[in-house]
């Protein structure tokens, strides 16, 4: 009887319990008691050091969809990175930023704050991305103004403001990524500078060898105006290698031609032309010449002036160094002979001559420059009429150089303005006036040759030198958490790198075949090669097994667990995997350039997402997470941690 | 199973040699009193996204197995066949981490409650010193006062509010054997197995679930008295 009243009593218990709602909380106290949750890292940890300024005013400041308010655990995910979920977790509330300050504002200490990541920040190099580089930055600057003290900074500002470890502190590392990305753009840097290289050279040396070259000393000039016509190309917004090696093979033949060169030159073509504008000048300085010699005189004394005076030019015109002065010469002593022949009076015009022979010239210039001009700007290949006027100036003052030295002939000055003219029209995109089968060959060959040999650079000297940088980062990192150990720190959370060839911006690398299958991926493979050789150096170098605490170190595996998210997204909650939440173009996201997609999270919000619900997707930008991906994050570490007995 | 009952059997032929006078005649009301093992099988299946999988992988749990105080009351309604209520205090359950969360360690707790009510069939005459018999139950399979842990606060929702959890009731079958041996004229005592098919579902306060097959075993002892 008395178990009727147990099982009673059990079952009114049960159905009071029932009645609740079931679920109690149980019992939450942490078995690892901590003083505090103590960060130091990059973008990936920093909880706000860069929340000042313009960048606060723009509604961001964490590397995430900045700016979703709610409790932790509450849903839409709000806006907290791992580092401070951790420490939520551990401790009972989100860490916050050690220093505030960057983007024009002066950097200051935020007592009680123990997060010492900043965006940007490398292990030893100062120089972290988005740098000021040592130079002072303009309040409200939006780029180039991070603070990115590096992690070695990080651990001696932690000691200073705290005192020292006391061991009491659970310390979270994740760095290393901007280390490899320093690492990237200088080989790409010196991948590209050994394709201008071989760019240049082989450019060079076609058009100083062969039949109708430069001489063998253009080819510094050539040379130098094709480094100079490609470091102008690169730095212009929108370069792309296309427009760079345009410019410079531009740059190269154009300096060719001047020096020389007809092989580039389309000769017929330009001869044509100069010949039919030659004509038309013969035609307006005779004209000219005459009409002066015979202004004012008699119908009847014109009658015979002017067919011996026009005798005269011809006569003069086809003498060997013909020059205008020549020319008018002999006109006017034609006409003074007929005059004196038919007896009557010119002196007038006679002792005008010379005014009249200038005028003469200046009409022969006319002529000719609008007739090049014409040429140059209709028909096939030829530059636009936009071009004329630059045509017409450069024709202008090479005929009045041309005219101004010693011994100028005719031939001279029509050379000198003919190259000009050529030159300009050339410059414009005229086609027409260059020998374009040779000059794409030579391009041809020489984009090959650039290619080739920054491709041998960036696999293989390239590639070496900066796996090289990336190992010496992860061992120096390696060496500052054993430091930290060694001054009193017991329990220090190593993440390794993320699998960052699976990001936005190493996918974005590939070169896909029409079709959709993968033409190259061999950027996004080095990537891939760069976080295996930090990892491994990094592992080795703590001397531990992944997820096994060993002389106060956990080294997280955050490498594969990026790639479970990749992989199994499904069993993440994860919606995307591949494109980013935040809209990365101007004007909506305030870092980036106009025409480029290449803004940051730092200043992305509610306000300026892609359109769609994008609350569960990985990426906020081309390489950060969102707050959901955070939050997975957070139950990786976490896990790991309970699994060691750290949590 | 034959071949179990077939021992079972001849054990029982032995003891009926040995003449003893036990009688579980009809109309007859027993009660007893022992110790009831409840030890449910693992591991759970997957818990619902976001957990730890990676392809081979993901977040399963384990529940253990309890002892407690039980007993139960039985009615003779023919000299073969029998209505058994069984008694017990509250199972309690540990819930522990597996799968991608091995090592994890007590993610909670829940108590445990069957109801049964067994139609048994037992073997041989009234009044044989050892009768086996055989049952088959429908129970009631309570859950109540789950607790989840900090482990699981940290693993599901790092630094948010504690992770609570329900576990769903279910009405199932539940086959069973066992057997009495007759001290004397009054007390006896009584053993018994039984195994259920049991699929109940977990749901946690972050919106997951978890569904687990725990089929759970139950094996007792008790000394039993007649009235």
């Known amino acids: ?61 964490m590397f995430t969809v900045n700016g979703i308010v709610g409790a932790i655990g509450a849903d839409p995910v709000p806006s907290y990175n791992w580092a401070q979920l951790v420490s939520a977790s551990a401790v009972g509330k989100p860490s916050c930023s050690a220093r505030l300050g960057g983007f024009g504002v002066a950097e200051t200490a935020v007592a009680g704050c123990t997060n010492y990541a900043q965006g940007g920040s490398r292990v030893t190099d100062p120089n972290g991305i988005g740098n000021a580089s040592g130079g002072a930055v303009a309040a409200g600057t939006m780029t180039a103004g991070a603070l990115t003290e590096p992690v070695v900074t990080q651990i001696a500002n932690y000691i200073k403001d705290s005192g020292g470890f006391t061991g009491s502190e659970l310390i979270t590392v994740l760095a290393g990524p901007n280390d490899l990305f320093a690492a990237l753009n200088k080989l790409t840097a010196d991948a590209n500078a050994a394709a201008s290289t071989a760019f240049v050279g082989s450019v060079t040396t076609a058009l100083v060898t062969g039949a109708g070259a430069a001489p063998a000393g253009a080819a510094a000039a050539i040379q130098n105006a094709m480094g100079a016509a490609m470091a102008k190309a690169a730095a212009a917004s929108g370069a792309t290698t296309i427009s760079i090696f345009t410019a410079g093979g531009n740059a190269g033949v154009s300096t060719a031609a001047a020096s020389g060169n007809t092989a580039v030159m389309n000769v017929a073509g330009i001869t044509a032309y100069a010949g039919t504008a030659q004509g038309l000048a013969n035609t307006a300085f005779g004209y000219t010449l005459v009409g002066g010699l015979v202004a004012n005189l008699a119908p009847a004394n014109q009658a015979t002036a002017v067919p011996a005076i026009s005798a005269a030019i011809t006569t003069a015109g086809a003498a060997a160094n013909a020059s205008s002065a020549s020319i008018v010469n002999a006109a006017a002593q034609a006409a003074g002979a007929d005059a004196v022949t038919n007896g009557y009076n010119n002196n007038t015009n006679l002792a ?103 491709n041998t650079y960036a696999a293989g000297a390239g590639a070496l030198a900066a796996r090289n940088a990336v190992v010496t980062a992860a061992a120096t990192l390696a060496g500052y958490v054993k430091d930290m150990v060694n001054k009193g720190a017991k329990h220090v959370v190593v993440l390794n790198l993320p699998d960052m060839s699976l990001t936005p911006s190493a996918r974005g690398t590939i070169i896909y075949n029409a079709d959709g299958s993968i033409k190259d991926n061999s950027s996004q493979q080095l990537v891939l090669a760069l976080v295996n050789a930090f990892n491994a150096e990094l592992q080795k170098d703590l001397g531990v097994t992944l997820g096994v605490p060993a002389n106060g170190v956990l080294l997280v595996d955050f490498f594969t667990n ?60 081309k390489v950060h997470p969102t707050p959901y991906s955070y939050k997975l994050m957070s139950q990786v570490v976490n896990k790991i941690m309970i699994q060691a007995g750290w949590l | ?118 139609l048994q069939y037992r073997f041989l005459e009234a009044n044989a010193k050892f009768r086996p018999y055989v049952g088959l139950g429908v129970t009631y399979a309570y859950f109540f006062d789950e607790q989840g842990s900090y482990h699981l606060t940290q693993t599901t929702n790092p630094g948010g509010p504690p992770t609570s959890f329900t576990v769903d009731a279910k009405f199932i079958l539940t086959p069973q054997i066992g057997a009495t041996l007759a001290l004397n004229d009054k007390w006896f005592i009584d053993v018994f197995y039984s195994k259920a098919k049991l699929s109940t579902t977990t749901h946690f306060s972050t919106g997951q679930s978890m569904n687990a097959d725990l089929d759970p075993a139950a094996y007792g002892i008790a000394v039993g008295y007649k009235f």
Request: aromatic fraction near 4%; charge should be negative.
């Open chain 1, 562 to 621: 990026m790639q479970n998210n990749v992989n199994d997204p499904g069993h993440y909650a994860l919606t995307n995997t591949k494109d980013v939440a935040c809209n990365l173009t101007a004007p909506a996201n305030a870092l980036a350039t106009a025409g480029h997609d290449d803004g940051s999270s730092l200043v992305c919000n509610a306000s300026n997402l892609i359109a769609g619900d994008t609350s569960h997707y990985m990426f906020a930008d």
């Open chain 1, 352 to 454: 005008n001559a010379t005014a009249i022979g200038t005028a003469a010239g200046n009409a022969a210039s006319t002529a000719f420059v609008t007739s090049m001009v014409t040429s140059l700007t209709t028909g096939a290949g030829a530059a636009p009429s936009a071009a004329a006027t630059a045509i017409q100036t450069a024709m202008g003052s090479a005929i009045t150089a041309a005219a101004g030295v010693s011994g100028a002939t005719n031939t001279s000055i029509f050379t000198a303005a003919t190259n000009a003219g050529v030159m300009t029209a050339a410059g414009a995109g005229n086609t027409a006036v260059m020998n374009m089968t040779l000059i794409n060959s030579v391009m041809g060959a020489a984009q090959t040759a650039a290619i080739t040999n920054g």
């Open chain 2, 1 to 118: 199973m034959k071949h179990q009952m077939k021992f079972l059997a001849v054990a029982a032929a032995a003891m009926l040699a040995a003449g003893s006078v036990c009688a579980q005649t009809a109309g007859t009301w027993m009660v007893r009193a022992g110790a009831t093992q409840l030890a449910p099988v693992g591991p759970s299946g997957c818990m619902t996204a976001p957990d730890y999988g990676d392809g081979s992988g993901c977040t399963r749990s384990n529940v253990s197995a309890d002892t407690q105080l039980a007993g139960g009351i039985t009615y003779m309604y023919t000299d073969n066949i029998s209505f058994d209520v069984p008694l017990a205090l509250p199972f309690k359950h540990n819930v522990i981490g597996a799968g991608s969360l091995e090592g994890a360690g007590k993610l909670g707790e829940v108590k445990a409650l069957p109801m049964t009510v067994f």
């Open chain 1, 1 to 61: 009887m008395k178990q009727f009243k147990v099982l009673a009593t059990a079952l009114a218990a049960a159905l009071l319990v029932a009645a609740c709602g079931g679920g109690g909380n149980g019992d939450q106290t942490p078995p690892v008691k901590y003083s505090a949750v103590v960060s130091f890292g990059d973008s990936l940890s920093d909880t706000g050091t860069y929340n000042v300024g313009a960048i606060k005013a723009a509604g961001g400041g």
